[in-house]
């Protein structure tokens, strides 16, 4: 699993700290790797609880992640996972689409309405760590189900994320404002 981006008290890490350590009793050899800054006055280590050594099998890289780390750090992961609590969207949720990794996410904003209307991943209710690791282990654990979801990442950045799709609708609009 991969939580990437800056370490903020909304993006809901104690709820994944909780659903990590219930993913863990189902899947022993689960990793995390939590990736991201923290915001200025914010404690990532804070955000998260005690240091991460008693769970095993989580790197906690509290800082900022170098562009040429990013690809690294996703091929690795097999989900994304988008814990927020509150928010409105996420970018991270597009970069996990880049590098063609479904997402568990919750119902937050529209990062979980597009997840569940896309089928790019599973999308829970927000502050639930029992859903939210029933969803991580759900696509961890069944390499079939995951597949179904990545070939879904493929076609809606395909279909609806292409750049060259998104420039020409641009272009369209800017058109007819003229």
Sequence with gaps: LLFFGGLRGYKGLDVLRAAFARVRE????AWLVIAGPSAPGESGQALWGTPPGPEGQVVFRNEYVADEAIPGLFSAADVVVLPYVRGTYS???HLAYAFDRPVVTTRVGAVGAT???DGTGLAVPSGDATALADGCVALLSDPAARARHVERV???SREKYDWGKIAAQAM????RQI
């Design 26 to 29: 189902r899947l022993p050899a």
């Design 91 to 93: 970018g991270v949720m």
């Design 115 to 117: 997840v569940e209307q």
């Design 154 to 156: 493929r076609v809606v």
């Design 172 to 175: 369209e609009w800017y058109g």
